[in-house]
């Protein structure tokens, strides 16, 4: 029985015979018949930062930060969403605090109270 060990995800397989695929593979190395392989040496994608799914590393140098945090702030200072029962002027101010663009302001006056709601009416996320 010969033994195959993955140097990146720390997996061993056994074959009868010798596997000519793992053995061009740069990750798979054989092992001895009582050899015990070394722990698990993460490849290049391994070794990059994680997070959670939809989340995006940001950097906090650069002209790009510098907009994001321009961007936090100002959804920090437009404060909590209005009541529901609120009438759809007071919405419609609260969605003009937390317009990012020119296009989004002048959209602001055709749309609903509900659509407003839809679309502002969670607490930003920060």
Do not use: C, F
């Not at 720390?10 to 990750?27: F, K, Q, S, W, Y």
């Not at 001895?32 to 799914?53: F, I």
């Not at 609120?86 to 609903?112: F, G, M």
């Amino acid at each position: 029985m010969i033994r195959y060990h993955n140097t990146n995800t720390g997996d061993v397989v056994e074959r009868e015979h010798a596997d000519n695929r793992l053995d061009m593979l740069p990750n798979w190395e054989r092992l001895d018949a009582n050899e015990t392989p070394d722990a698990p040496t993460p490849d290049s994608v391994l070794k990059r930062p994680q997070t959670s799914p939809g989340v995006a590393l940001t950097s906090t140098e650069g002209p790009r930060a510098a907009v994001e945090e321009e961007h936090r702030e100002q959804q920090e200072e437009a404060g909590d969403p209005p009541d529901r029962s609120a009438s759809k002027e007071t919405w419609a101010e609260y969605a003009h605090k937390r317009a990012v663009s020119d296009e989004e302001r002048a959209e602001i006056p055709s749309l609903t109270k509900p659509v407003l709601i839809a679309k502002y009416g969670q607490h930003p996320a920060v």
